[in-house]
């Protein structure tokens, strides 16, 4: 169950009715009945203030279910198996064609700088489910992992250019070993530091820190 944030987890139908036998609050959403039958995943999110035990996971729905957010606490044997988020090569093809060369362009970033790519938010749920998330003014996000420190600040220009020069938003975060995450903006502005989401919370903390290995001490405080 230590899984970290952003992860992709299915689930066994068998269980996904029990959990949804348990949400009265849940009963008239007619795509939630289908959802592990079809295999579709969920992700993993930080708890919310009132929840203990379990793995708390989510899902957002499309704008044609509106675009509610499910929030879920699942239980070790519900558990069917656990996945990364899809990378950007895989993605392309699901974006529409003006998002392509943008696409791309990031694919050879990653590979460039040998990190991993990959897309979460609304293009990676359409990949993932086949429904419709994308829309006129959506924005494309993703997650890269960290380069090499002496490689961060030329990815960051680069990635600030492949920006600029895009018909939609690139946001997205930069992702440690350990699951923890901040916002390439943030870091690409050179504040001294930045909010780091981690499996449990959101700190703000050094740059240093979130760089570095992860040590409570470096971070200012706990952010609600």
Request: hydrophobic share 40%; proline share 8%; aromatic share 4%.
């Amino acid at each position: 169950m230590h899984l970290m944030r952003q992860q992709l987890v299915r689930v066994s139908p068998g269980a996904w009715k029990t959990r949804l036998a348990e949400r009265a609050d849940l009963s008239g959403e007619p795509l939630l009945q289908e959802w592990a039958v079809r295999g579709w995943p969920l992700i993993v999110r930080r708890p919310l203030p009132n929840e203990e035990g379990g793995l708390p996971v989510g899902i957002p729905l499309p704008p044609s279910a509106g675009k509610r957010r499910i929030a879920v606490q699942l239980q070790p044997e519900d558990l069917a198996s656990v996945a990364p988020l899809p990378e950007l090569r895989d993605a392309i093809d699901t974006a529409p064609s003006s998002w392509r060369p943008t696409l791309w362009k990031l694919t050879g970033l990653a590979d460039g700088y040998c990190v991993v790519g990959r897309v979460f938010g609304s293009l990676a749920w359409q990949l993932l489910t086949g429904l419709t998330y994308l829309g006129p003014k959506s924005d494309l996000d993703i997650i890269l992992s960290l380069p090499r420190r002496d490689q961060l600040e030329p990815l960051l220009a680069d990635l600030a250019e492949i920006d600029s020069c895009a018909p939609m938003r690139v946001d997205g975060e930069l992702v440690r070993e350990d699951g923890a995450t901040a916002n390439w903006r943030e870091l690409r502005r050179g504040c001294a530091e930045v909010v780091v989401k981690t499996r449990t919370a959101l700190e703000l903390c050094s740059v240093a820190a979130f760089l570095g290995t992860r040590d409570a001490r470096n971070c200012v405080r706990q952010l609600t």
